[in-house]
């Protein structure tokens, strides 16, 4: 073994991100292992920094190397594994070695543990002092923190009385990371603006200091957390997070203590159920395929309540059966006590589940749980493909085609490539689930990238809704300028009369409005593009957020010449006041992002909904999916125009998907659904097909047109976006890197090209000018490649202060 450490610094600046060497002192050696933390002299000034070793060597090109100074872990932080695909992610996201590795392990890893001591056995022989100890704890339901134990018991020689009950077996002293909170209330923190807001001033460089940004990332991650737990696991003083409120970048409150729901019940074992003939079908395939040990991919497209999460858990069955772990990936949403419930009936302590309600010191405790061999299978959000399982045998990523398995603070990672380039690296299987699978998936499926699994019936016999069309063009020819159309209005009618339950899906992305005649229904797209063009007030002007071709806001139809056509935008705070108007008396409660999230949790909005069987929920994207309301039998969908016309190259697969997931909420109790959609275009493929569930016309259609306009999956799209105070300046490198991409792009042949700069959907954030380029690369190594030199470029000139530069490759949202 050699004697130089090679490390990456824990916290670096894109300057300072990469390997540096130190020698190992002989009293160090057998110590330094990839993966553990160490402290090393840094710079001129020889500051103590924190570093990971990344891997131990004989020879460097380097002479007189300072020596490491300490040693800050006894068994590897990160597993050869994790250092692997930090090392992948840093190339692949275009990111630093520490934006990669904090990922891996969880906030706070530096952080004091608390000793608790448990009795396992009481003993009436044992001397005084000891029985003194064994009596408190044995009042204390059989555990105490040590520092509480000592000053309670108050006996000389502490420390070796408890190492003889230790010795003997009388008691136990473990360490743990969550503090034992006793109060039934406890203060928590959560933020207080749009995630969006605070991504971009972190990023933005705006808020500098580190242990600002440490808070607000764990609050980024976490819905709220409590104040304890910040200070603790930041490393930050409370006067940080005072200023964090001053600033309003977040708000306290108090809340009950929310413990865990099934942490004190029992949870009864549940066998599995006999599969269907389907079902057995899929199994055999993909049990064949985890048998051989090898990498390797499959899909299944099965319709929702096809039996799905049954074959995912029969799956990791065979998975533990061949000394084997598992992790299985779900969205926040699909997080339900339910879900919950069923895998922890199957696999009981051998599973861990990671949602964003844990506490930081559970959070921290369940790491250690799986690093330490104890959890064999982990389900969890995004986050959880990053789980040190160390005989990983299968990866599930179920719903597999959601936006929220795309990261949206750097590292901007998706957690399907994430897991593919895990399973490859550790030979094992991944399998995607979805009702509506993103195209991407799909096509790779279809042309035999992978195993193609169907389960096209459902295993519990409930009937999809009925879906009907409205078509607004006549609702408007015949006098009626209400949002509603009289049958959906009709039926709200009914559904409050009969005591049933209503929801009214908005689309709403926040920024982008788009034009549209109301009397037949055009839309104005971009001739380069096929993409809606965004409505601009300010200078009353169309705009394509791709190219930046733009033309000025007609006034006149240029299809039919009428001049009902307006740019087109329902708030649901809106919605709201005229189901007030239009039915009197009638209860409504409001769900978006822009409201009620900041003050009130959705859990309680869901709850009040559920539980004071209130008559109408309006809301956004955010009711579309998870939620199980067995009285909710009406689903209107005001204007599916606003999906479709969204300005993104994906909209028509959003609509799909949006207009199935809805329609999915309807009737899940005893009375069979019914969905109305709205819309101006009663032509639209997406939408048939949504009505008619059926997705492989869907995709047969959408798949031509990515097809002919180089769109995903025929090409790779990445942006890149620069910002800052000064207009001009801003615009004038963004036109310099554009060139610069231009360059390196010449005769890059067909679907490569660079498009821009144009000004970026959000144009202007907390007075920060936005200007983008779009890039469309069909080999993603050269698009890396060459987003690794724009990064390069960039960064190496100091004069871009003032401006800053953020690069996305396949956003999940092009506004
Ligand atoms: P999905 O994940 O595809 O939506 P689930 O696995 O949740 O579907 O199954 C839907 C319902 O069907 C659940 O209530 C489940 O208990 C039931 N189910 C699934 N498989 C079977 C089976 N083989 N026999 C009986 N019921 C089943
Ligand atoms: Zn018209
Ligand atoms: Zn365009």
């Not at 004091?112 to 009042?139: A, H, R, W």
Request: charged share 25%.
């Amino acid at each position: 073994m050699g004697d130089i450490a090679s490390v990456v610094l824990s916290n670096s600046t894109r300057e300072f991100d990469r390997e540096y060497h130190y020698s190992i002192p002989d009293n160090m050696k057998g110590m330094v292992v990839p993966g553990v933390r160490v402290i090393v002299p840094f710079g001129k000034a020889n500051r103590s920094m924190e570093a990971y070793v990344l891997d131990v060597i004989d020879k460097t090109e380097f002479n007189e190397l300072k020596e490491i100074r300490k040693v800050l872990d006894d068994s590897p932080v990160l597993g050869k594994q994790m250092i692997k695909l930090a090392c992948w992610m840093k190339d692949k996201y275009i990111c630093t070695y520490s934006d990669a590795i904090k990922c891996m392990v969880p906030p706070g890893i530096g952080v004091k543990s608390f000793c608790i001591v448990k009795l396992i056995k009481q003993d009436p022989d044992v001397g005084k002092s000891q029985k003194k100890l064994l009596d408190i704890l044995s009042e204390n339901n059989g555990e105490c923190e040590l520092e509480e134990l000592k000053s309670r018991a108050n006996i000389k020689g502490f420390s070796k009385q408890l190492d003889l009950l230790e010795k003997a077996g009388l008691v136990e002293i473990c360490e743990e990371y969550t503090s034992r909170v006793k109060e039934k209330t406890v203060r928590v923190a959560s933020l207080a603006l749009p995630r969006d807001e605070i991504i971009e001033d972190i990023e933005s460089g705006r808020i500098k200091r580190i242990q600002q940004i440490r808070i607000l990332e764990l609050l980024l991650d976490n819905e709220y957390i409590a104040v304890p737990d910040i200070v603790r696991f930041s490393g930050a003083s409370a006067g940080v997070l005072d200023t964090l409120r001053k600033y309003g970048y977040i708000f306290y409150k108090d809340i009950n203590v929310n413990r865990d729901p099934l942490g004190n019940k029992v949870v009864e074992r549940a066998e599995p159920l006999t599969p269907t003939p389907q079902q057995e079908a899929v199994l055999n395939r993909v049990k064949a395929m985890m048998d051989r040990g090898k990498f390797a991919e499959a899909l299944i497209h099965g319709v929702t309540g096809s039996g799905k999460t049954e074959v995912y858990m029969q799956l990791i069955q065979h998975c533990l059966n061949s000394g084997k772990q598992a992790i299985v990936l779900v969205p926040e949403i699909s997080l339900t006590p339910q879900t919950v419930y069923r895998f922890k009936s199957r696999f009981g302590n051998d599973v861990a589940v990671q949602h964003s309600r844990l506490s930081l010191g559970e959070r921290f405790d369940q790491w250690r749980l799986i690093k330490d061999g104890k959890i064999k299978v982990v389900v969890g959000t995004r986050s959880a493909v990053f789980a040190p399982l160390d005989k990983l045998g299968l990866i599930v990523i179920d719903e597999e085609h959601e936006n929220s398995y795309k990261s949206e603070i750097t590292p901007k990672y998706h957690a399907r490539e994430v897991a593919r380039e895990r399973c490859m690296q550790e030979d094992a299987v991944l399998l995607y689930g979805s009702a509506t699978p993103s195209i991407d998936t799909y096509y790779r499926a279809k042309n035999g990238e992978m195993e193609f699994l169907e389960m096209s019936s459902r295993a519990n016999n409930m009937l999809l809704p009925t879906v009907e069309i409205i078509d607004m063009r006549n609702e408007l020819d015949e006098g009626n300028r209400s949002i509603f159309s009289r049958r959906l209005a009709a039926e709200i009618a009914r559904n409050i009369e009969s005591g049933q339950q209503t929801i009214l899906f908005l689309n709403r992305r926040g920024h982008a409005s788009f034009v549209l005649c109301r009397s037949c229904g055009h839309t104005i797209k971009c001739t380069n593009c096929n993409v809606s063009l965004t409505y601009h007030s300010h200078d009353e002007r169309l705009i394509c957020h791709y190219c930046g071709y733009t033309v000025k806001n007609p006034s006149t139809c240029p299809k039919c010449g009428s001049n009902y056509i307006r740019h087109f935008g329902t708030g649901t705070q809106r919605v709201e006041e005229e189901l007030k108007k239009q039915f009197p008396g009638c209860s409504v409660i409001r769900m978006d992002a822009d409201t009620t999230t900041y003050k009130n949790s959705h859990e309680e909005i869901l709850r009040a909904f559920r539980e004071k069987n209130i008559n109408i929920m309006v809301g956004t994207q955010m009711i579309a999916k998870g939620h199980d309301f067995p009285n909710v039998t009406l689903v209107g969908v005001l204007a599916a125009d606003s999906l479709l016309n969204s300005g993104d190259y994906n909209s028509s697969e959003r609509t799909f998907q949006l207009i199935t997931q809805v329609a999915g909420r309807a009737g899940r109790g005893k009375i069979p659904g019914k969905v109305i959609i709205q819309t101006y275009n009663t032509e639209d493929f997406s939408i048939l097909a949504a009505c008619n569930h059926d997705y492989n016309s869907f995709y047969s259609q959408e798949i031509i047109m990515r097809n002919a306009l180089y769109y995903p999956p025929f090409t790779n799209i990445s942006t890149v976006i620069l910002s800052g105070p000064n207009d001009k300046l801003v615009f004038s490198r963004a036109k310099e890197l554009k060139d610069f991409i231009a360059g390196r792009l010449a005769n890059a042949g067909d679907g490569v090209s660079v498009l821009g700069p144009a000004r970026a959907p959000l144009t202007k954030i907390k007075n920060k000018y936005r200007w983008r380029i779009v890039i469309k690369q069909r080999d993603m190594d050269m698009l890396t490649a060459l987003l690794r030199e724009v990064s390069d470029a960039f960064y190496s000139k100091r004069q871009n202060s003032g401006v800053d530069l953020n690069i996305d490759i396949n956003p999940a949202n092009m506004l």
